[in-house]
């Protein structure tokens, strides 16, 4: 089924039936894979994600005569009314703080705003870590940008994405997400270095393999919890560093031998929080590296070694993750596979021979299953472009 028929046009009929008219705009938001580079977008590393063909559509219609702005979630069976000219607070729905949020970073003098009328409705899979979230705060920046002519660049609307993020939904997250919703390209995978927000392109061709994303369908409570966790183990640790090395510049120019000399004063749980990081942040680079010299092998051996990394240094794995990825690294045909997002839960990441994949697939569904008995959910992506006006002949 394509995009159209799976998600546009019931956004539409949605929109039709709950408010009497027709949409004046449609705009398409899309989740995000990260190919390697867990946790460093916090940490002065680099990352390297891709935008997917995986999205949020918003049915889109303005209302110049009052000040209230309705936004219907069509998936949860929700909607949400306020008053643009009231100063925003957070609010009870999760949901809706992501995007109040975003209202709330933009209600400063000159900016001019009236009613609306919204509905959206996602491909995205909730909670398996191809940030929907990122998702929803930028797609609604994007539209509230393009609507009231407010001259935001690419990168000012990421960054009130993520700053929606750390004030109203209460997460301390790194900038990545909503960089590749923004900034995604057909075909490309973004190098974004976290610390300047510099970017660079480079192709992924990958030569008779594809990415495939095995849904774990478990998602932990203390994600949240956790996340913020490890990001007070890397503050610790970033501390012990930099009295002890005050001339270094960023934390991804510390050395491994460095890193060791304050072990003992920095605690074991940080040591390894930093260990994985500046590892990570290293195998990041030879990523982008492969991929530019089509080297998919080597790409492969990399996700696997992050792997690694994040379920016994970072410890953000869990059961059902570190199963679905020892099992289908036993497959044939199987390059690498790893944890991807956040962790406690979500999805892995797996670089499969194209020829291979109904196979693997099959295999680890049923050996998922007969563990846990739980039914894994399989997507299997493109990478696309980034956050678009849609029209029923092309995006635009």
Request: glycine share 6%; net charge negative; aromatic share 12%.
């Given at each position: 089924m394509d995009i159209h028929e799976q998600l546009i046009r019931p956004t539409i009929e949605k929109f039709n039936a709950e408010f009497k008219a027709e949409p004046e705009h449609l705009f398409l938001s899309p989740g995000r894979i990260n190919i390697?580079?867990?946790?460093?977008?916090?940490?002065?590393?680099?990352?390297?994600?891709?935008?997917?063909?995986?999205?949020?559509?918003?049915?889109?219609?303005?209302?110049?005569?009052?000040?209230?702005?309705?936004?219907?979630?069509?998936?949860?069976?929700?909607?949400?009314?306020?008053?643009?000219?009231?100063?925003?607070?957070?609010?009870?729905?999760?949901?809706?703080?992501?995007?109040?949020?975003?209202?709330?970073?933009?209600?400063k003098p000159g900016n001019k705003f009236c009613g609306m009328e919204i509905v959206f409705s996602s491909t995205i899979p909730m909670g398996s870590g191809l940030s929907s979230s990122a998702a929803l705060e930028c797609g609604?920046?994007?539209?509230?940008?393009?609507?009231?002519?407010?001259?935001?660049?690419?990168?000012?609307?990421?960054?009130?994405?993520?700053?929606?993020?750390?004030?109203?939904?209460?997460?301390?997250?790194?900038?990545?997400?909503?960089?590749?919703?923004?900034?995604?390209?057909?075909?490309?995978?973004?190098?974004?270095?976290?610390?300047?927000?510099?970017?660079?392109?480079?192709?992924?061709?990958?030569?008779?393999?594809?990415?495939?994303?095995?849904?774990?369908?478990?998602?932990?409570?203390?994600?949240?919890?956790?996340?913020?966790?490890?990001?007070?183990?890397?503050?610790?640790?970033?501390?012990?560093?930099?009295?002890?090395?005050?001339?270094?510049?960023?934390?991804?120019?510390f050395t491994l031998p460095m890193l060791d000399r304050v072990k003992d004063e920095m605690g074991d749980i940080s040591y390894k929080r930093c260990l994985y990081l500046?590892?990570?942040?290293?195998?990041?680079?030879?990523?982008?590296?492969?991929?530019?010299?089509?080297?998919?092998?080597?790409?492969?051996?990399?996700?696997?070694?992050?792997?690694?990394?994040?379920?016994?240094?970072?410890?953000?794995?869990?059961?059902?993750l570190d199963f679905l990825v020892e099992n289908t690294l036993q497959q044939e045909g199987v390059l690498g596979a790893r944890i991807m997002g956040g962790g406690f839960g979500g999805c892995s990441i797996n670089l499969i021979q194209e020829d291979k994949a109904e196979e693997v697939i099959k295999a680890i569904s049923e050996k998922y299953l007969e563990h846990f008995n739980i039914r894994m959910k399989i997507y299997q992506v493109k990478i696309s472009d980034g956050i678009k006006e849609y029209t029923n002949e092309y995006i635009i």
């Open positions: 390697i580079g867990e946790h460093v977008d916090y940490s002065d590393g680099f990352v390297l994600p891709a935008a997917i063909d995986k999205y949020i559509c918003f049915a889109v219609r303005k209302l110049p005569r009052t000040n209230f702005c309705t936004i219907i979630a069509k998936d949860l069976g929700e909607e949400y009314t306020f008053d643009v000219t009231v100063e925003i607070k957070p609010v009870q729905q999760m949901w809706m703080n992501y995007i109040l949020g975003v209202f709330s970073q933009l209600q609604f920046a994007y539209i509230l940008n393009n609507l009231f002519d407010l001259q935001l660049t690419k990168k000012e609307i990421a960054v009130i994405g993520q700053k929606s993020e750390h004030t109203f939904a209460g997460v301390q997250c790194g900038i990545m997400d909503q960089f590749a919703s923004v900034f995604g390209k057909e075909d490309k995978v973004i190098m974004l270095d976290c610390n300047s927000l510099e970017h660079q392109y480079f192709d992924a061709d990958l030569k008779g393999y594809s990415l495939l994303l095995f849904d774990s369908c478990v998602k932990h409570s203390h994600l949240t919890s956790g996340y913020n966790e490890r990001r007070k183990d890397v503050e610790h640790g970033k501390k012990v560093l930099w009295k002890n090395f005050p001339e270094t510049q960023k934390f991804r120019d500046l590892k990570e942040i290293q195998r990041v680079e030879m990523a982008a590296k492969a991929i530019s010299a089509g080297d998919i092998e080597y790409l492969g051996t990399l996700l696997t070694e992050t792997h690694a990394g994040l379920s016994t240094e970072f410890e953000v794995s869990c059961n059902e």
